[in-house]
């Protein structure tokens, strides 16, 4: 038995690392530290396994050897005229990386989860900028926290006990030294131990924003509420922004997928510049899995962009809501796909989800997955974080050596062998060899 | 493999060779006797001149603000694109190329050694993934002490052998190589929103001036005995009249320096040599600061020469940067690292008809041409603030040619045309010069012994390129000269042809230098328990997961020191 303490945890882009797990003759059987997430990730990382490769023959998925999956992979892969490369936010850095050279070498498209999460974050970033700071600033300096759209309490547990209300900074010691504002369309978990809860109606963020901006200009707010929201509370919000020492705006999907999308995100960025005439305020956007951020920042060193990339010109070309595979695959423009670390046929479009089962389909992931069962070819892998080491990036850029801890399923590989083996049989079969 | 490089014109600065027929014998990725060669390859470059492969030590090429740089420019990757080719990426942007356009470009130009002069400890370890991606080029980078609070409450006690355990241990951990200041102790306050004005205004809540900062960092980069001096991004950069805080920053450490041994390197000066007191009556500071540098030997800089270009500023000086967001209603990106530093992005144009640019255009090339001793002098731009590294070359050129200059000028603001002292300095770069602050200066201030000289033993950096002093008049003809430096016939990395007619020829990939200083063992005992004690208060990590292991580095090569007087 053996006890392995400062662990990452690989559930959400929070990225605790002072998880303790207890590992015994290669299987985890304590966790301590981690969150709920955290500990169903851990303890049940056995459970809807896939342990061996399978291809589809005659309509029927059968075990097969990993250098015959690897070849049927590399011959999808190589024969497809456009395939589409989804997923990448679950896996490490490294794999990440492999897979933007795999789709430069196929003429693919490659696309992240961000285009169905943060993506509006992204663009917005493209025309405004973002004035952020990493996690520990708000451990130690902030004294308001906003949480807009967001509900840590239910989605990323421990941010609020690690860095923000809950956190002991060197000049926040305590609850009482922070004030916790919620913005949120009903009273979720989080709202209910704020200092002050805003209900915003739904999908009208963007003119609450716009109104706060007022506030801060003293401009005259001619109605008496605005997206369902007293006009003096909103006064009260922005003088409370206003004369805060150090204020952090975290926003999650409530803001970014909400009508207006971008636009709202515009208008946050656009506040929190507003704010800093006055004082300092800084803003982060909430990601979801744990290395979807490290997806977007790998991308960007490879490419110049953060998601969304057609590479059937032999350079990369950036233009979401064309190149994103949502799009692709609903306008049935791509004839092959690999899915890995994602479950796309879960939450895809009806009409993406049939495109991807109409044409040839691999996947890697360490679970069974809706998207794996119609798969032709699966390809289990080991989890980043638990079973295979890698590096993610944290919400607010942060990089976290992911460790290794237990042993994988025997014979089941990191996805980084995975791609770097297809890789290595795709330029074989180029070359002739 | 052997390689034998006849007929070349050599400029060696560091062996004293200027401009002489000679043959370069290449054994194993290094220089050798020609004597030692047995079955070597002959690459004739009659017609070519040969330098040390080029070394840049100032480029913002990797890590997380440059790639945030990448993120926030997507117009910036439609200025260059180049289909990927049998062996090589795809080409991607113009000032925040892809980590492999960077490596691939330097190599073009003939460079093959570039430091990544400001990286946050805490985030690192993403510098070293992108420096791993970056082709063919040998790196290394340096990690921004200034504002970490270690640093500051150590140097506040007058510990200065507890701040030289703990900055031997920072730099093992995050795997650097030399001291960087930015604006010393500016990041700090800027965590509140605030700036700090000369070097004698305190830091909030650590009441310790940028003069204690710089003098106790100075101290322990003594001690340490690290290759490089520490390199300072002066404070009030940017702002009209600071090249007296410039001089004030010299002149702190004049006390604490050794006769002739640089102890203090100026990153970009020309951004920190502005005199007058408005942005109306901007003028030159160059001739005060190249007076002192004249004087006095403690004291190197690199250029941070601007060119008229929309290019994409990027510093760990984060109040200055929200200073030049709102001077120019630009998109800004802010990042503050905690407990350590901070920075922000902002595109910027410098336009030839604007005065300030144009000022600040002349200020470069007036310092570069003021300081007599080329030693003290390296070419950059600072990349990408004042202009991207691709464009070296036009600076090259005002170097060697006052036709060039004349013709620059020409075209630049009237009022700043009028001002500028440029049209009166007739002094013309010879290519030995060129060799010096392009190559040899920056490879020995650097402390990078294998690197920017031909001598037996270098390692087997040689650039080739189509320029014949003897035959063509570098004044006249600066346009070819400009077009033959930017396309090197030949660049040879480790003693492989990497590339020819300045295209990059595959994707291989160079060193990454550290330093791992040996301290006693009590200090770093103490240096452990300060650590155990207040390393998780400050930081949203722990501890152990902090330091970034030698094999997350694709080939590192570490230079061990023993630090003595600790």
Known sequence: ?433 | MELLITNAIVYDPANGIDGEKIDIAVKDGRIVETSELKDAKVLDASGLVAMPGGVDIHAHIAGPKVNKGRLLRPEDHLRMINRRREGLRPIVGYTIPTTFTTGYWYASMGYTTVMEPATPPLETRHTHEELNDTPIIDKACFPVVDSNWFVLEYLKEGDIQGCSAYLAWLLRSVKGYALKLVSPGSEEAWGWGEGLKGIDDPVPYFDITPREIIRGLHAVNKLLKLPSPIHIHCNDLGSPGNYRVTLDTMRCVEDLSERDRPSLHIVHIQFNAYAGSGWGDLSSGASELAKYMNSHSHVTADLGQVLFEDTTTMTADGPWQYVLHRLSGNKWVNHDVEAETGGGIVPYEYRRRNYVNAIQWSIGLEFALMVKDPWKLCLTTDHPNGGPFIEYPRIMTWLLSSKAREAALARINRRARRKSSLGSIDREYSLYELAIVTRAAPARILGLEGKGHLGIGADADVSLYKLNPYIMDLSKDYKRVREALRRAAYTIKGGEIVAIDGEALNTTYGKTYWVDVEVPEREEERVKRDLNEKFERYYSVKLENYPIEERDLRFPSPLHIRGEGI
């Open chain 1, 1 to 433: 038995m053996e006890t392995f303490t400062g662990v990452t945890c690989p559930f959400c882009g929070c990225l605790c690392d002072d998880i303790e797990v207890t590992v015994e003759k290669g299987n985890i059987v304590k966790v301590k530290n981690g969150c709920a997430y955290s500990l169903t990730k851990y303890l049940n990382c056995n459970r809807d396994r896939i342990t061996t490769p399978l291809i589809r023959e005659n309509d029927k998925q059968v075990v097969v050897e990993l250098p015959a999956a690897i070849e049927r992979a590399a011959k999808i892969l190589s024969d497809a005229e456009y395939p589409v490369l989804y997923g990448w936010s679950s896996t490490s850095a490294e794999a990440i990386g492999l897979g933007i050279e795999l789709a430069e070498e196929v003429g693919g498209a490659i696309d992240n989860t961000t285009s169905v999460c943060h993506g509006p974050t992204t663009e917005a970033l493209q025309e405004l900028g973002l004035p952020g700071c990493t996690l520990g600033q708000v451990k130690n300096r902030a004294d308001l926290i906003i949480y807009w759209g967001s509900n840590p309490l239910q989605s990323h547990l421990r941010h609020m006990s690690r860095y923000t209300i809950g956190a002991e900074g060197r000049w926040r010691k305590s609850r009482d030294d922070r004030t916790l504002v919620v913005v949120d369309v009903r009273r979720t978990y989080t709202a209910r131990v704020a200092d002050y809860f805003i209900q915003v109606e739904p999908n009208r963020d963007y003119e609450l924003i716009t109104a706060l901006r007022m506030a801060l200009r003293h401009e005259e707010i001619e109605q008496e509420r605005v997206a369902g929201v007293p006009v003096e509370d909103i006064e009260e919000l922005a003088d409370l922004m206003m004369s805060c020492e150090f204020g952090a705006l975290f926003y999650g999907l409530g803001l970014t997928m909400s009508s207006g999308k971008n636009r709202n995100i515009d208008a946050a960025i656009s506040l929190v510049r507003d704010l800093n005439r006055w004082t300092k305020f800084v803003m982060i956007p909430m990601r979801g899995h744990f290395n979807v951020n490290g997806a977007n920042i790998v991308f960007l060193w490879h490419t110049g962009y953060p998601f969304a990339i057609d590479f059937s010109h032999g350079y990369p070309i950036y233009a979401p809501g064309a190149t994103s595979a949502v799009d692709i695959l609903s306008r049935g423009e791509s004839d092959a796909a690999l899915i890995i670390s994602s479950d796309p046929a879960a939450n895809f479009p009806r009409r993406a989800v049939e495109n991807l089962f109409k044409n040839p389909l691999i996947v890697i992931d360490p679970h069974r997955t809706v998207t794996s069962m119609r798969a032709d070819v699966v390809i289990p892998s080991a989890f980043v974080g638990i079973e295979c080491e890698g590096t993610a990036y944290r919400m607010d850029g942060v990089p976290i050596k992911m460790r290794g801890i237990a042993e994988p399923p025997k014979g089941v590989l990191p996805d980084e062998e995975i791609l770097k083996g297809i890789l290595t049989e795709i330029r074989r079969l180029k070359r002739g060899g």
